[in-house]
């Protein structure tokens, strides 16, 4: 028995309501800037069963060697040989900036699921599995002592 390809109608809420990831951004020496050089669409492996088409699902920056050599020298000062800026920091202020990460990530954590279902095709029970993988990374409270 074959298996189908993925579909869903453009006019299901389904379709309606799926993400869109703006990564036409770059991150390099701790700045995140907008993109103005070429970028890639992404696709879903889901097709529209009107068009035929895969769906996009957002689009990412597509640097140049020029800009990649650019952020991998970025990350080679930051780090220094270990004496850059996050080495330096505390224990205390390592936690703190990794703590901000994780709320930031538990505020989007449902974006994040709907992410993957639509970008490897994953099954609402898989992805709210992962959605719980991630929630299980994220305590609620963190103590030092």
Partial sequence: MAIGKPEVSEFSE???TR????GAKTLIGGQVKPWPGIFSEIFSPVYCS???ERICIGRQATMSPKESVQAVQAAAKAWDLGRGEWPRKTLEQRVA???????RLKEIRGKI???L????CKNDADAAK???DLAALLPEEQNLD
């Fill in 50 to 52: 009107e068009t035929g």
């Fill in 97 to 103: 900036a990794v703590e901000k990460l994780m709320d």
């Fill in 14 to 16: 389904v379709f309606k």
């Fill in 113 to 115: 699921v709907s992410v």
């Fill in 130 to 132: 992962d959605g719980q």
């Fill in 19 to 22: 993400p869109y990831v703006d």
């Fill in 117 to 120: 279902q639509w970008e490897i």
